[in-house]
């Protein structure tokens, strides 16, 4: 892993119906994120927020995706900054908002790799696409665009098409998924542990398994970690919350394992709600799993 990094906020709450999630990056700073992995040695530059052009909540007529202008011109923005600091030889922290930001994260990021391994920590598939999609909200499309799949505009962001295969993403925590979301990991053979392969296999073994997939496979690995992959009992200021989801032990665990793998080459943090939180709560156990993601340990 890289010992420099630029952090980079992206306050978007475009991609979904709920306000709050813009203030991600603010409730992650604010727990001790730049303290935390200065702390473990970590170079770590913060280059502020992404402005979001906030119009009020807008349909495109033809597709019924909200906002759609204005979440392509946020990602395309957050790509060429991702971009560019990969170039510098720096690696790419982003802190959001919602999950749309990941349309940006993987167009500036997979360029740099023949095959960009993702796992995606997270209780949805986000595998939806106008078609499919009984909201028309973007932050449920993500992994389907970066797989080439969905509307032109979005799938062709940073120009080139797709950013990921299907046979380099690990989905692990799923336990809610739409129809045309389980259609499509059927269709394409995606890897997925849903919390019955947790509950029944154990953490640990859900991510020996992954790691060695991954690494058998791929010449990066990005970690998209949405906070309501955890149960909301622990993680209660989350976007869209789902029971039943992975424990903050359990989080840690697959944290560790993922820093051990020395396979990381890029982060992302979503989801975070401080509006729906409770003193912080969510993004202080975010900052922790940064910790354990970046090498800290106890002895």
């Known amino acids: 892993m890289k010992n420099k990094i630029s952090m980079i906020g992206v306050p978007m709450d475009l991609g979904q119906s709920r306000r709050g999630v813009d203030m991600g990056p603010s409730a992650l700073r604010y727990a001790g994120a ?35 202008e204005q979440v392509i011109e946020a990602n ?3 790509a060429r900054m991702v971009d560019g600091e990969i170039q510098k030889d720096r690696f790419p922290l982003i802190l959001g908002g ?13 360029k740099h790799y023949r095959n960009l391994g993702v796992i995606w920590y997270d209780a949805h598939g986000d595998l939806n696409t106008s078609e499919t999609s009984p909201s028309g909200n973007i932050h449920g499309m993500p992994l ?23 046979e380099n993403v690990v989905i692990i925590g799923a336990r809610s998924l739409d129809p045309g979301e389980r259609e499509l990991i059927r269709e394409k053979g995606i890897k997925v542990y849903t919390m019955h392969e947790i509950d029944r296999m154990g953490m640990s073994a859900v991510m020996e398994e992954t790691i060695q997939y991954l690494k058998e496979n791929t010449d990066g690995l990005h970690l998209s970690l949405d906070l309501d992959g955890l149960d909301p009992t622990e993680a209660p200021g989350v976007g869209t919350p789902v029971l039943g989801g992975m424990t903050y032990r359990e989080s840690h665990l697959a944290m560790e394992m993922i820093f051990d793998s020395n396979l990381l080459t890029s982060l992302e943090v979503v989801e975070v709600n401080p509006i729906l939180d409770e003193k912080n709560k969510t993004a202080t156990l975010a900052v922790g799993l940064m910790g354990s993601l970046f090498g800290e340990k106890l002895k």
């Open 34 to 68: 730049i303290e935390r992995l200065q702390s473990l040695n970590y170079d770590v530059h913060d280059m502020g927020d992404i402005p979001i052009n906030r119009p009020g909540s807008i349909e495109d007529k033809e597709s019924k995706l909200k906002n759609l």
């Open 76 to 78: 395309e923005t957050l």
């Open 98 to 110: 919602d999950h749309s930001i990941a349309i940006g994260s993987l167009a500036g990021i997979s």
């Open 144 to 166: 389907a665009v970066s797989l080439g799949l969905g509307h032109e505009r979005l799938t062709g962001l940073y120009d080139y098409a797709p950013k990921i295969k299907p």
